[in-house]
């Protein structure tokens, strides 16, 4: 039996994030992950995530970020238009902002890179391969027996396992979820021309197209969010034809693209916890909420999460006072609750507004890019909002 301060169900990047933010608090942490450890290996870039400056200082006070750079590509630009009107806008890494506007990385690298940070922590014990039995919580405790006999006792345990949650279906808390109607087809291309460090987005009428820099320069991961039927149609093509489709898709901004790897197709829905907290249970990340990948922010939105959490927690063990408090997990909901509802309505909006076939709202969304590129106030707050410098940020990810 391991008597603990905190148990994590769930070891992918926020999940990792966490333990370690606890682990220098001087807490003992259990990590329990039903797949296997991360291991070292060469990043393919199949699954990424664009990791913004806040969490890049996150994972920088962690000491991992040097790791993470290394097998990621920094971009210093970023271009966003509508394919069906004129309005374009663009971003670009000059002082006063930081060299770099974000980072594309391979989200088993992250992993890879926070696990090797793990190992070195002796209050950090990890349960690989590991199922759930039974969880029990009562006024003083949280109980998780695995399949292996291991009973784990402890004052909050943390659901950070993903969108389909079993802490979350186990507490049976309430989950709003929607279709958006889309799937994403992710794949590596190869590129006739170099992406220059630029990100790239076009809003199509079916959905966006993102194309984002690799350290190849002549590499771009994609993520083709498509209605779920040009999805299927585009999925039915066979390489050659899906390269020519896409290239068109693309307006060939890049020259003429063809494929790299195999594609993937994944559904996209919303789905968001009406409560992340149950008792001494408390919901991150994915667990908590996911969102449309258009704006990229769905790794940032969960490290943040995990900040804050770790934040609170920080504040409650420098005052000597118990780990667990109703008032602390209450105010940790309500902080990222606001953030995740913020984030939410924001993609449902882009998402609803660049889908709309109306020439009238056609006209204006191109308008309003176009303004948006020429007028400086308006540019730097959707900057701050690209580079993850506005909401309220824990204190770790803050400029």
């Known amino acids: 039996m391991q008597n603990l301060d905190v148990t994590i169900v769930g070891a992918g990047s926020a999940g990792l994030t966490l333990a370690l933010l606890l682990a220098e608090q001087g807490l003992k942490v259990a990590l329990v992950e039903k797949g296997a450890e ?41 271009q966003v238009w509508d394919a069906d009107s004129f309005g374009r806008i663009h971003f670009a890494a000059e002082p006063p902002q930081p060299a770099d506007l974000g980072w594309i990385c391979d989200n088993e690298a992250i992993r890879q890179q926070l696990y090797q940070k793990v190992q070195q922590q002796p209050a950090i014990h990890c349960y690989f391969a590991a199922q759930i039995q039974q969880l029990v919580q009562s006024e003083r405790e949280v109980l998780l027996q695995l399949s292996s006999g291991e009973i784990l006792l402890s004052e909050l345990l943390v659901g950070a396992d993903g969108v389909n949650s079993y802490v979350r279906q186990q507490l049976q808390l309430p989950l709003t979820h929607w279709d958006y109607q889309q799937d994403a087809i992710v794949a590596v291309i190869h590129c006739d021309e170099l992406h220059h460090a630029t990100a790239r987005q076009v809003f199509l009428p079916t959905g966006p197209l993102a194309l984002l820099p690799l350290p190849d320069p002549k590499h771009c991961s994609i993520v083709w969010s498509a209605e779920t039927s040009r999805a299927s149609e585009l999925m039915a093509l066979d390489d050659a034809a899906f390269a020519r489709a896409l290239t068109a898709a693309s307006q060939s901004v890049l020259g003429c693209l063809t494929l790299a790897t195999a594609r993937s197709v994944h559904p996209l829905r919303m789905r968001y916890a009406s409560d992340w907290v149950r008792g001494r249970v408390v919901l991150v990340a994915d667990a908590a909420h996911s969102i449309h990948p258009l704006a990229g922010q769905g790794m940032n939105l969960g490290l943040m999460d ?22 602390v997990l209450q105010a940790y909901q309500r902080w990222r609750k606001a953030e995740a509802q913020s984030m939410i309505a924001a993609m449902e909006a882009f998402k609803r507004g660049f889908s709309n076939e109306q020439p009238a709202l056609k006209f204006l969304r191109g ?16 900057m701050a909002q690209a580079l993850g410098n506005s909401g309220d940020l824990p204190a770790l990810a803050k400029p």
């Open 38 to 78: 991360p291991l070292p290996a060469t990043p393919a870039y199949l699954r990424v995530s664009a990791l913004n400056p806040a969490s890049q200082r996150v994972l920088a006070h962690l000491g991992v970020w040097d790791g993470i750079a290394a097998q990621a590509a920094a971009y210093q630009h970023m």
């Open 306 to 327: 995990v900040t804050a959490l770790a934040e609170l927690l920080g504040k409650q063990q420098q005052a000597g006072k118990p780990l667990f408090a109703p008032r």
């Open 367 to 382: 308008a309003g890019l176009l303004l948006a590129d020429k007028l400086p106030f308006v540019k730097q707050q959707l």
